[in-house]
Nanobody, 119 residues
C-alpha cells in the first residue's frame, strides 16, 4: 500500500488550502487515516485523524479551522485548512493503518507536502 499526498502550497495568513492523500494497493480497510506535520526544528505532530468507526481527533491548535474527511470508495483522505496561520507552516504527511487483501496489516506514510503560510 502506498500513499500519495498533494495540495500543499504557499498562501497568506487567513487563506485556505485543501490537502489530499490517495491510498493505492490491495486495500481491505483503512482503520486509521490521518494527517501529521513537521515544522523545521520540531518533532512531527498529529494534526487530525479519521477513524473507521467515524470518530475524528484534532490537535487543539487546529480545532475549528481544519476539517478532516475521507472518501472510502476512492481511498482518499482530505484536510480542509481554513484561517491558516504562519505557525501552520510545515511539511504535512498522511499516514494510514489498515488491512490489505492477502498482505495483512499495513502502517504507511505518504511522502509529505509542503504548506507555507506567510504573514
Amino acid at each position: 500500500v502506498q500513499l500519495q499526498a498533494s495540495g500543499g502550497g504557499m498562501v497568506q495568513a487567513g487563506g485556505s488550502l485543501r490537502l489530499s492523500c490517495k491510498a493505492s494497493g490491495s486495500i481491505y480497510s483503512i482503520n486509521s487515516f490521518g494527517w501529521y506535520r513537521q515544522a523545521p526544528g520540531k518533532e512531527r505532530e498529529r494534526v487530525a485523524v479519521d477513524n473507521i468507526n467515524g470518530s475524528t481527533n484534532y490537535a487543539e491548535a487546529v480545532k475549528g479551522r481544519f476539517t478532516i474527511s475521507r472518501d472510502n470508495i476512492k481511498h482518499t483522505l482530505y484536510l480542509e485548512m481554513n484561517a491558516l496561520k504562519p505557525e501552520d507552516t510545515a511539511v504535512y504527511y498522511c499516514k494510514a493503518f489498515g488491512y490489505g487483501y492477502g498482505v495483512g496489516a499495513f502502517d504507511v506514510w505518504g511522502q509529505g507536502t509542503q504548506v507555507t503560510v506567510s504573514s
